[in-house]
């Protein structure tokens, strides 16, 4: 005998996974039968709220609050919308570099290691010259991937370097190595984001002129560098102090300026991260608009600088019409033991 669930006509089954306000309801709406399961594949579904990773393989789902463990997305390095960034030692057999899994589709990814990179624009007498990074005397030290971007067909355009300075490489699919300009200069690059067709990148004191959003601020009760974070938002640019308030502003194309704007949108809210940053638009899932969800990206720095221990009280949602910052998750929820800071993920 058939189940009950296969037998409900398929408008109502395509109204019920209409309403479903995260991507994890619909994984679990998949999970009743066949017939439910192509209904997911068939339905395209609209901008998911993130999912909230910790660096121990727990993850919370908005808009609820219970916690589920995926035990091999532990130890990540990073994240790129709904791709997990992890490192691999290069004395792995195959190189190591750096590996993408999307737990949501199984997917993997890998990408080079940077003891592998064609300087575009330097030749030698042999033609193109195929270097480590560190190679290049300028390079910092302790040069790793900082952030990255997907572009369309999967290039990767990513800012590579430490927390000080940093450079722009870039992947194909296919390829041994990471592009980067021989000549380019290191510079104190803080964000990057992918609009229209070009990327963005985001400085200490400026970024390029692009409609996106930036965020800015330092960490509470010592001195930190600022966090700069770009968001694709209607043109909008934010600023703040991820802790404390937020100036909102957005780029003005024609004089190259920033102009303040009162709010981030009534309908709009942004969910902002050191790896991965989006605006979404929220009354379908009946979430407040204006408000900015941020994470905790400066505990590295204020444990290591000012002995602060890591806890769910520096991840918060500020409400941009009354100044005031809302409890993002239960705090004891939120405690983190890494340094690797908590991260967004964007089902897609």
């Given at each position: 005998?058939?189940?009950?669930?296969?037998?409900?006509?398929?408008?109502?089954?395509?109204?019920?996974?209409?309403?479903?306000?995260?991507?994890?309801?619909?994984?679990?709406?998949?999970?009743?039968?066949?017939?439910?399961?192509a209904?997911?594949?068939?339905?395209?579904s609209?901008?998911?709220?993130?999912?909230?990773?910790?660096?121990?393989?727990?993850?919370?789902?908005?808009?609820?609050?219970?916690?589920?463990?995926?035990?091999?997305?532990?130890?990540?390095?990073g994240s790129?919308?709904?791709?997990?960034?992890?490192?691999?030692?290069?004395?792995?057999?195959?190189?190591?570099?750096?590996?993408?899994?999307?737990?949501?589709?199984?997917?993997?990814?890998r990408?080079?290691?940077?003891?592998?990179?064609?300087?575009?624009?330097?030749?030698?007498?042999?033609?193109?010259?195929?270097?480590?990074?560190?190679?290049?005397?300028?390079?910092?030290?302790?040069?790793?991937?900082?952030?990255?971007?997907?572009?369309?067909?999967?290039?990767?355009?990513?800012?590579?370097?430490?927390?000080?300075?940093?450079?722009?490489?870039?992947?194909?699919?296919?390829?041994?190595?990471?592009?980067?300009?021989?000549?380019?200069?290191?510079?104190?690059?803080?964000?990057?984001?992918?609009?229209?067709?070009?990327?963005?990148?985001?400085?200490?004191?400026?970024?390029?002129?692009?409609?996106?959003?930036?965020?800015?601020?330092?960490?509470?009760?010592?001195?930190?560098?600022?966090?700069r974070?770009?968001?694709?938002?209607?043109?909008?640019?934010?600023?703040?102090?991820?802790?404390?308030?937020?100036?909102?502003?957005?780029?003005?194309?024609?004089?190259?300026?920033w102009?303040?704007?009162?709010?981030?949108?009534?309908?709009?809210a942004?969910?902002?991260?050191?790896?991965?940053?989006?605006?979404?638009?929220?009354?379908?899932?009946?979430?407040?608009?204006?408000?900015?969800?941020f994470?905790?990206?400066?505990?590295?720095?204020?444990?290591?600088?000012?002995?602060?221990?890591?806890?769910?009280?520096?991840?918060?949602?500020?409400?941009?019409t009354?100044?005031?910052?809302?409890?993002?998750?239960?705090?004891?929820?939120?405690?983190?033991?890494?340094?690797?800071?908590?991260t967004?993920?964007?089902?897609?």
């Open positions: 005998m058939a189940p009950w669930s296969s037998g409900l006509p398929a408008g109502i089954t395509a109204a019920v996974l209409g309403c479903l306000p995260s991507h994890a309801d619909r994984v679990r709406f998949a999970a009743v039968c066949r017939r439910w399961r209904a997911t594949r068939h339905q395209q609209p901008p998911q709220l993130p999912w909230l990773a910790l660096p121990d393989g727990t993850f919370f789902s908005f808009p609820g609050s219970s916690a589920f463990r995926l035990p091999v997305a532990a130890r990540y390095h790129c919308d709904d791709w997990l960034v992890f490192e691999r030692g290069d004395d792995e057999e195959d190189g190591g570099g750096y590996l993408l899994l999307n737990p949501f589709s199984g997917d993997s990814m990408l080079p290691s940077l003891s592998c990179v064609h300087h575009v624009g330097a030749r030698g007498p042999y033609g193109r010259i195929t270097l480590a990074i560190t190679d290049d005397e300028r390079a910092p030290s302790e040069t790793t991937l900082r952030k990255m971007v997907m572009c369309p067909r999967r290039v990767v355009v990513a800012i590579v370097g430490d927390q000080r300075r940093g450079k722009i490489a870039v992947y194909r699919p296919g390829a041994d190595c990471w592009l980067i300009g021989a000549q380019d200069p290191w510079k104190g690059f803080r964000d990057i984001a992918f609009y229209d067709g070009k990327v963005a990148v985001g400085e200490y004191t400026s970024c390029t002129v692009e409609p996106m959003v930036a965020v800015t601020g330092e960490a509470r009760g010592c001195y930190m560098p600022s966090t974070y770009l968001v694709v938002s209607g043109g909008r640019v934010l600023r703040s102090d991820a802790t404390s308030e937020f100036t909102v502003s957005k780029a003005d194309l024609t004089s190259s300026r102009v303040d704007v009162p709010s981030v949108g009534g309908d709009t942004l969910f902002v991260g050191r790896w991965s940053s989006v605006a979404l638009r929220v009354p379908r899932y009946a979430m407040p608009g204006n408000r900015i969800h994470l905790d990206d400066d505990a590295f720095s204020r444990h290591y600088f000012g002995g602060y221990p890591f806890s769910g009280d520096h991840f918060g949602a500020y409400d941009t009354d100044g005031k910052i809302y409890p993002l998750l239960p705090p004891r929820e939120l405690h983190n033991d890494s340094d690797t800071p908590a967004w993920l964007f089902p897609r």
